[in-house]
T-cell receptor, first 109, second 112 residues
Framework: QQQVKQSPQSLIVQKGGISIINCAYE??????FPWYQQFPGKGPALLIA?????SEKKEGRFTISFNKSAKQFSLHIMDSQPGDSATYFC????????FGTGTRLTIIP | NAGVTQTPKFQVLKTGQSMTLQCAQD?????MSWYRQDPGMGLRLIHY???????DQGEVPNGYNVSRSTTEDFPLRLLSAAPSQTSVYFC???????????FGPGTRLTVL
């Protein structure tokens, strides 16, 4: 049973556009929601994270929106750049970290 | 700081062979974990540890053993390799579960 559902599987966005990746969860015990970015051949690296007492967190061009009642959270990348092309994973933690299946983002000129 | 190191980077095994994937961190992190990454399936937790002497199973523990005798090291043992264990394996560490996890560079394992 997949505890964290992520969509879309792949996404193509034009340079300068907004990239949006969505995740949904069922376990209400989750209390920490990070997003990780992974480039080919590398390990994932933390991008941004949020806790459920906050509805939005922004760091530069990256924003997490969190809807506790709907059990959904999303990553928005503003002014998307070719260097943002990577695979993005959402995750959720209770006593361990559970990852979504990933979204391959491609930014085209 | 070297961060999280993993050895080897690549490994080819035959079915039935055993081996140990090494993981070490020099950040004095209590929480360490092993994941496998397969296309379309994201990162799946194999085993994790919240401190020396304490380990627990993740989502896909079958066929793998771990131990945590020191804070720094968290080796993953494949008991009898199977083709289904062909994957990229990542080790990660963090100060606590709800803090940034630092990932190693990964080990690409092929089981023939």
């Amino acid at each position: 049973q997949q505890q964290v559902k992520q969509s879309p599987q792949s996404l193509i966005v034009q340079k300068g556009g907004i990239s949006i990746i969505n995740c949904a969860y069922e376990n209400t015990a989750f209390d920490y929601f990070p997003w990780y970015q992974q480039f080919p051949g590398k390990g994932p690296a933390l991008l941004i994270a949020i806790r459920p007492d906050v509805s939005e967190k922004k760091e530069g061009r990256f924003t997490i929106s969190f809807n506790k009642s709907a059990k959904q959270f999303s990553l928005h990348i503003m002014d998307s750049q070719p260097g943002d092309s990577a695979t993005y994973f959402c995750a959720a933690a209770d006593e361990k970290l559970t990852f979504g299946t990933g979204t391959r983002l491609t930014i085209i000129p | 700081n070297a961060g999280v190191t993993q050895t080897p980077k690549f490994q080819v095994l035959k079915t039935g062979q055993s081996m140990t994937l090494q993981c070490a961190q020099d950040m004095n992190h209590e929480y360490m974990s092993w994941y496998r990454q397969d296309p379309g399936m994201g990162l799946r937790l194999i085993h994790y540890s919240v401190g020396a002497g304490i380990t627990d199973q993740g989502e896909v523990p079958n066929g793998y053993n771990v131990s945590r005798s020191t804070t720094e090291d968290f080796p993953l043992r494949l008991l009898s390799a199977a083709p289904s264990q062909t994957s990229v394996y990542f080790c990660a560490s963090s100060r606590t579960l709800d803090n940034e996890q630092f990932f190693g560079p990964g080990t690409r394992l092929t089981v023939l």
